[in-house]
């Protein structure tokens, strides 16, 4: 049995990260918002007597069998007490160590798949939702088939957004990434901001990006220097920001705005920087 999905990013439109909880996990409170950029999944599973998993097309930094993709598959396979022979051929476009939810995102995908492949040992949400937040804390928001979603807790609470915005965003993630561990050390040894009152947060997302431009932060700039995002900011108007942990940065504008179609860096850049135009 095989289907092909797609498996799609996300920015974080705001990002206030508190302290450490007593399960080890910081508490978070953000607006995500999947865009276009995507990857695509091929998985091709049948019942098997033993759990096999091949996957090809990962990044070379992954690890063998710790993958997002691996993990989903082990975790979906011992709740729906099966054994599965699963192989898995993945195309990357979500850069890795980008703050985008490329490993998240797949490990989501996984989950939806093999529940519809499988309909005779599907589970419920609430269980899926459970395996997810075991892979990662990102995870449980792509379970959800909506564009924005306000977040919070360590990621395992999530409120889908009813909102549509005729908005394009471009992407810019330098060649570099960002050590997601190394970002969470130096915020902790800062004092931060006091978290918005969620009613104020969703209006504040509700009125679209002037307001988006005036409240919306992440905590992470205060901690990693970006000179994408200063660039960004010297060159245009529109809503800039880091997404995640970095080191991806994105503006968002309105279509017809000129900005939106104006790219701030020169050519001498193009080696250093990788840009992805897309759309919520």
Not at 34 to 62: F, M, R, W, Y
Not at 225 to 236: A, F, G, H, T
Request: proline share 2%; aromatic share 12%.
């Amino acid at each position: 049995m095989k289907m092909i999905v797609k498996s799609y990013a996300k920015v974080n439109l705001h990002l206030a990260v508190g302290g450490i909880r007593d399960d080890g996990f910081h508490s978070l409170q953000s607006i995500f918002a999947k865009i276009s950029l995507h990857d695509i999944i091929e998985i091709d599973a049948d019942i098997s007597k033993d759990l096999n998993i091949s996957i090809k097309g990962l990044d070379a930094c992954n690890l063998k069998g710790e993958d997002t993709i691996s993990k989903a598959i082990r975790l979906w396979c011992e709740k729906a007490r099966i054994n599965l022979d699963v192989k898995v051929n993945i195309k990357k476009r979500i850069p890795s160590e980008a703050g985008l939810g490329g490993g998240s995102s797949n490990g989501a995908s996984t989950l939806l798949t093999l529940n519809k492949m499988f309909t005779n040992y599907r589970l419920s949400f609430d269980q899926l939702k459970t395996i997810a937040l075991d892979i990662g804390s990102d995870v449980p928001f792509f379970l959800y088939d909506t564009t924005f979603a306000y977040v919070e807790g360590r990621g395992e609470f999530v409120e889908p957004l009813d909102k549509k915005f005729d908005y394009s965003i471009e992407l810019y993630k330098p060649k570099h990434g960002v050590s997601t561990k190394g970002a969470f050390y130096k915020l902790d040894q800062i004092k931060r901001r006091e978290f918005i009152k969620k009613e104020e947060l969703i209006n504040i997302f509700n009125q679209g990006v002037n307001q988006w431009k005036t409240f919306f932060y992440n905590d992470f700039e205060l901690v990693i220097e970006s000179d994408v995002l200063s660039k960004l900011r010297e060159e245009n108007n529109c809503f800039t920001l880091m997404s995640g942990s970095g080191s991806t940065c994105y503006k968002v504008c309105n279509k017809n705005d000129k900005c939106s179609l104006k790219t701030p860096f020169s050519e001498k850049y193009k080696d250093k920087i990788d840009t992805f135009s897309c759309f919520f």
